[in-house]
Nanobody
Framework: QVQLVESGGGLVQAGGSVRLSCAASGRVFMRYAFGWFRQAPGKEREFLAAIDWSGGSTEYPPSVKGRFAISRDNAKNTVYLQMNSLKPEDTAIYYC?????????????????WGQGTQVTVAS
């Protein structure tokens, strides 16, 4: 399995931007597809974005499409989530996840490895 560590979270003003990073260990980074999820207090975990092995295919739910963008740098073993036009309701813990499969990318349990999460707080 690949080990994942998220970073880049913090406090940001509404309307601002944040780029989250997910660093993956191991030499098999390119075998994995990746997803980003978030969970706010009292709410269910929410799928945000997925990217395939090459970076040529990305998927987003309608709720964040156009505001969030997932990308990967295979040379750096890192996946990113660029978040723009942030709102207070984007406040949550953000997680990245890795999967050897690109099917069912919206489902948390379909992934093989998960990071510990990074907190993003959007102040109004």
């Amino acid at each position: 399995q690949v080990q994942l560590v998220e970073s880049g979270g913090g406090l940001v003003q509404a309307g601002g931007s944040v780029r989250l990073s997910c660093a993956a260990s191991g030499r098999v980074f390119m075998r994995y597809a990746f997803g980003w999820f978030r969970q706010a207090p009292g709410k269910e975990r929410e799928f945000l974005a997925a990217i395939d092995w090459s970076g040529g295919s990305t998927e987003y739910p309608p709720s964040v499409k156009g505001r969030f963008a997932i990308s990967r740098d295979n040379a750096k073993n890192t996946v990113y989530l660029q978040m723009n036009s942030l709102k207070p309701e984007d406040t949550a813990i953000y997680y990245c996840a890795a999967s050897l499969s690109y099917s069912n990318y919206e489902t948390w349990d379909e992934y093989d490895s998960w990071g510990q999460g990074t907190q993003v707080t959007v102040a109004s």
